[in-house]
């Protein structure tokens, strides 16, 4: 391996983090390229649960953390992060955690706007990291390098502020936030996090000139894409493969592979269609009983996550958008019980069928599509202690092999439980 790129397949949620988890016992370096603290990944060692929002989650693993210029980082969850972590015995120092000085930092501005401006209309998670992208594109960002001059990051936090408050108050005529209050409260962020700031994409072209392997995780799914996924209704950043290598600073030419990771199902938070989702009872079974280890709420913002049978059309559009080699399913011990499953091979509309969304996925035209079902043959048995793709009833192997032929690509590894062991490779 010198550079292995993860990517979630769906709309996030794919259980990448379980599975960056394993892979990165491979790698010397974990590197997250997008996304902010809109992210939750969740790692069950043992009985200890480990909840990543910003940090890599292969740092669990104790490997070097990168945090990529792609990325939009709120200091405080990020110093609360560290800190959570070390409780937990591990320690995040200027050694083993980078941090890019192209990042860009989420202000309690950007959060206000975000639940202002799109929580309710995009069902965001409510982070701010709309807000913060839009500043970056409109070239008013701050970004991580500025906290190593304090007197000026300080000037540009005040300004910021400032600026941010004007436009709050003519748009919804409400107060901000102190400019004064805010100043001293990133003045002693900027303190803690600015021995982290280096220019990480440097730092990857040498750990891999060194033959050093390196994990790039992606945060959220490829269906909600910045370009790619169903507008409106995405997050602001690139969660597809080109991102990994804008949000490091790296080239292609290190890539060893690009694991895709899909769900048994398909699940959904937030906002925008989703032609497969389910209600009632086969919704409730797959969504799970909340508080146990794998069900189906948000581990940001714990709501109830929208489920449904797995897509084939978007999954083949997702795999296509990022070149995927190999699959890795997650989550299928969640449909045993179910005597049937149902797979969504083709959309129709008006009486006409399609294997493929004609233009993008854009939301308006998604959701005017109507799934099309095959029907696959469920299995009783648990298959949590399973190891092995025979050792699986028989129609579950038969439904791992469907999505295979169905999307062209290879499934190279099945996970069957949150716990780290609950994974084999075909
Ligand atoms: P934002 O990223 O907070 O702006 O939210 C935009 C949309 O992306 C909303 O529908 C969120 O629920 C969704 N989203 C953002 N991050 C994740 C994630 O890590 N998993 C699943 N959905 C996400
Ligand atoms: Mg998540």
């Not at 953390?65 to 995040?92: S, T, Y």
């Not at 083949?316 to 449909?335: F, G, M, P």
């Amino acid at each position: 391996m010198s550079l292995v790129v993860v990517l979630g397949m769906q709309w996030g949620d794919e259980g990448k983090g379980k599975v960056v988890d394993v892979i990165a016992e491979e790698a010397d370096v974990v590197a997250r390229f997008g996304g902010g603290a809109n992210a939750g990944h969740t790692v069950w060692v043992g009985v200890e649960k480990y909840v990543t929002h910003i940090l890599p989650s292969g740092v669990i693993r104790g490997k070097i953390g990168v945090l990529g210029n792609g990325m939009v980082i709120d200091p405080r969850a990020l110093c609360q992060e560290i800190q959570d972590f070390a409780k937990q015995g591990l320690n995040l120092t200027p050694e083993n955690l980078l941090l890019s000085s192209g990042a860009h930092i989420i202000t309690p501005a950007h959060v206000l706007l975000d639940g202002a401006l799109m929580q309710g209309k995009i069902g965001t998670t409510g982070r701010g990291i709309g807000p913060a992208y839009a500043d970056k594109a409109a070239r008013q960002g701050l970004r991580a390098g500025m906290m190593r001059d304090h007197k000026a990051f300080r000037e540009a936090v005040r300004k910021h502020v400032s600026y941010q408050n004007v436009s709050y108050g003519l748009i919804y005529e409400r107060v901000g936030f102190d400019p004064d209050a805010v100043v001293d409260e990133y003045a002693k962020f900027a303190e803690r996090l600015a021995p982290y700031v280096q220019d990480t994409g440097k730092a990857l072209a040498q750990y891999l000139s060194v033959g050093k392997k390196v994990l790039a995780e992606g945060a959220q799914g490829s269906l909600i894409d910045i370009d790619h996924g169903t507008y409106p209704f995405v997050t602001s950043s690139t969660t597809t493969i080109g991102g990994a290598f804008s949000g490091l600073g790296i080239g292609p030419q290190h890539l060893e592979t690009i694991v895709g990771v899909v769900k048994a199902f398909q699940t959904r938070v937030g906002h925008g269609p989703m032609p497969t989702e389910l209600f009632g009872e086969e919704a409730a079974r797959l969504r799970g009983v909340k508080g146990e280890p794998g069900s189906e709420y948000g581990s940001t913002t714990g709501r109830d996550r929208r489920c449904g049978w797995l897509d084939i059309v978007l999954l083949r559009y997702a795999v296509r958008v990022n070149s995927v080699q190999e699959l890795t399913i997650t989550k299928l011990d969640v449909l045993s019980g179910f005597p049937h499953i149902k797979i969504c091979t083709a959309y129709e509309r008006n009486g006409q069928l399609y294997t493929d969304i004609p233009d993008g996925a854009t939301a308006d035209e998604l959701s005017t599509f109507k799934p099309v079902y095959e029907d696959a043959q469920g299995w009783n048995e648990n298959i949590g202690a399973v190891r092995s793709f025979y050792a699986l009833p028989a129609p579950a192997w038969s439904y791992l092999r469907r999505i295979e032929a169905l999307t062209d690509t290879k499934i190279k590894a099945v996970s069957v439980g949150p716990k780290r062991d609950q994974m084999f490779f075909v």
